[in-house]
Each structure stands twice: as structure tokens, then as C-alpha cells.
């Protein structure tokens, strides 16, 4: 009996023990979980998503190409989204976003059909943008075809360097500047080619972001 006795108390003791070892871990857990919720810190967020903050005296911005003929363009400009799909002021052809070169603010936005309308109005709305806009333009569906060697003339003069080769259903984007003497660092060209192709008809989306130097006096 004595025996039985000591065997019954051993095991409520080890069951004792490792029941408060089990209820220990668990708490022990779930402090560490409710600590480490409480001091993580989250990524910082720099203005259009870009990857990292820009310089004084510059505008963030982040743009992207329309995919195939599905998704529209974006462009985004000191985390003002000024053109979309979700805003619905994008469309077929090339998408234009007008920048004031000193505020960083939107000044207008229009695109213009390259397949089935005409070259003429874009002519006469780069001709008439202000020194010192910054320029931004993104492909969708096809920004090609009915561009004529004027209308890719004063596109170049704006700081492109692709626009001469833009061929049919290219994706491309840019930005560049009314009156800009040197040729711009942000663009980015992808060539319709149907073996590299992402989409049937449509190579992948571009995507490009960075920092504009503002206008000074």
C-alpha cells in the first residue's frame, strides 16, 4: 500500500511539473510574440512606394507602362497618383502627365490614341506645354503607330532617346522636361518581340522610378 501510495504521489508530481513546464512555454511564447509586436518596426514609406527617399530640391515619382491591353498605366508624382486606371483618365496610345517643374504639382494629364486617332492633337500639345514642365509619358496597348517623324522629333527634344525606334505595341515609359538641354536618365523601352513576349501580342510592363531635380530660378 505504501508503495502504491509513493508510485500515485510521483506521478501527480511529474504531471504537476509538466503541466507548469507546458503552461511556462506557452506564456513565454506568447510574451515574446505580444513583445516583439510591440517593438517591431515597420519599413518607412517614401512617397509613390519608391524604394528609398528623395534628395532635397527633388520630386519622387514611380510610373508604369499599361499591360497588353488590359491594365492601364500609372503615374505617380509626390504621392499624388495622376494618372490610373482606378481615376479613369488613361487610355490607348500615349498617356501624358503635365508637372509643374518648381512645385512638384499636377498641371494636366491627356492621352492620345496611336492606332486608331490622329498624331496631329498630340503635336499640338507637346508644341504648347511651358519651359520647365516635367513631362511624363507611358504606352498602352500601342503608342506607335501613328507617330510620325515630327511627332518623335519633339518628343526627343523633350529628352527621350527611344522614342525614334518606338515600334508597334512597345511598352515605354518616360519623363522628361520642356526645354531640357541634355537627354533624360528615366526611360525605360521594352520591344514588341514575339519571343520574349509576357503576354500574347505585348512584352512585359516597365516600371520606373526616381527623383526629379527641381526647376530653379
Known amino acids: 500500500m505504501r508503495i502504491a501510495g509513493a508510485a500515485k504521489l510521483v506521478v501527480a508530481v511529474a504531471v504537476f511539473l509538466l503541466t507548469f513546464y507546458v503552461i511556462s512555454q506557452v506564456f513565454e511564447i506568447k510574451m515574446d510574440a505580444n513583445l516583439g509586436n510591440l517593438f517591431a518596426t515597420k519599413p518607412p514609406r517614401y512617397k509613390c512606394g519608391?524604394?528609398?527617399?528623395?534628395?532635397?530640391?527633388?520630386?519622387?515619382?514611380?510610373?508604369?507602362?499599361?499591360?497588353?491591353?488590359?491594365?492601364?498605366?500609372?503615374?505617380c508624382v509626390e504621392d499624388n497618383v495622376l494618372m490610373s486606371g482606378v481615376k479613369n483618365n488613361v487610355g490607348r496610345g500615349i498617356n501624358i502627365a503635365l508637372v509643374n517643374?518648381?512645385?512638384?504639382?499636377?498641371v494636366d494629364t491627356k492621352f492620345f490614341?496611336?492606332?486608331?486617332?490622329?498624331?496631329?492633337?498630340?503635336?499640338?500639345?507637346?508644341?504648347?506645354i511651358p519651359d520647365g514642365t516635367i513631362v511624363l509619358m507611358a504606352t498602352y496597348d500601342d503608342g506607335a503607330t501613328k507617330?510620325?517623324?515630327?511627332?518623335?522629333k519633339l518628343i526627343s527634344e523633350l529628352g527621350s532617346t527611344s522614342v525614334i525606334n518606338l515600334g508597334f505595341r512597345?511598352?515605354?515609359?518616360?519623363?522628361?522636361?520642356?526645354?531640357?538641354?541634355?537627354?533624360?536618365?528615366?526611360?525605360q523601352h521594352i520591344k514588341n518581340n514575339k519571343d520574349t513576349n509576357?503576354?500574347?501580342?505585348?512584352?512585359?510592363?516597365?516600371?520606373m522610378e526616381g527623383c526629379i531635380p527641381q526647376k530653379q530660378d
Open 50 to 75: 519608391t524604394i528609398k527617399a528623395c534628395p532635397e530640391k527633388h520630386f519622387a515619382f514611380k510610373m508604369a507602362s499599361g499591360a497588353a491591353n488590359v491594365v492601364g498605366p500609372k503615374i
Open 101 to 106: 517643374g518648381k512645385t512638384g504639382g499636377g
Open 113 to 128: 490614341d496611336m492606332w486608331g486617332g490622329d498624331v496631329a492633337p498630340l503635336i499640338e500639345f507637346i508644341k504648347a
Open 147 to 152: 507617330l510620325n517623324e515630327e511627332a518623335r
Open 170 to 187: 512597345d511598352n515605354w515609359v518616360f519623363c522628361g522636361g520642356k526645354g531640357i538641354k541634355t537627354k533624360s536618365p528615366f526611360e
Open 198 to 207: 509576357k503576354y500574347e501580342g505585348w512584352p512585359e510592363v516597365v516600371e
